[in-house]
């Protein structure tokens, strides 16, 4: 059982997809591929969006 409560783990989730759509609002493939910090902020979220919803801490 998670020591939190599992909205809380949905609402994680949430917020980091949120931020994925606000970093690669109006880009396109070849801006994201031009971009090594973005990719590698967007590695760490999709990290962050599988430790979340596995039940582990972040």
């Given at each position: ?8 783990f ?6 980091a ?26 590695g ?15």
């Open positions: 059982m998670p020591s939190r409560n599992y909205h809380l949905l609402e994680d989730i949430v917020i997809c949120e931020k994925v759509m606000v970093y690669t609002h109006g880009m396109d493939y070849s801006d994201w591929a031009q971009d090594e910090l973005l990719r590698e902020l967007l760490y979220s999709d990290e962050k969006i599988a430790a979340l919803r596995e039940g582990g801490a972040v």
